[in-house]
């Protein structure tokens, strides 16, 4: 049973900057792609960015140049550093692992909020 169990969440004021954690439980990590999403209040859960087992990245538009994915496959753990934080960045931010169709798990998330 592959667990995610993600940290670093927090308010912050705009400007700011937080980096999230997500330890992942389970030898399965190596092989996945890992991502964050988010979701604000009354909208659907949205990506934010992605980094393939070879470390290729894919980011939201919105957050391309402010926010960095980053994986440690020695740790299991995969990061978001986030910076220049804007009140629209405020949401619960979700870590997802997925191993192509045959494998797909989310962490129970963690809230960020950015005051203006």
């Known amino acids: 049973q592959v667990q995610l169990v993600e940290s670093g969440g927090g308010l912050v004021q705009a400007g700011g900057s937080l980096r999230l954690s997500c330890a992942v439980s389970?030898?399965?990590?190596?092989?996945?792609?890992m991502g964050w999403y988010r979701q604000a209040p009354g909208k659907q859960r949205a990506l934010v960015a992605t980094?393939?087992?070879?470390?290729?990245?894919n980011y939201a538009d919105s957050v391309k140049g402010r926010f960095i994915i980053s994986r440690d496959n020695a740790k299991n753990a995969v990061y978001l550093q986030m910076n220049s934080l804007k009140p629209e960045d405020t949401a619960v931010y979700y870590c997802?692992?997925?191993?192509?169709?045959?494998?797909?798990?989310w962490g129970q998330g963690t809230q960020v909020t950015v005051s203006s």
């Open positions: 997802n692992l997925r191993v192509g169709d045959l494998y797909n798990s």
């Open positions: 980094i393939t087992r070879s470390g290729s990245t």
């Open positions: 389970g030898s399965i990590f190596s092989m996945a792609t």
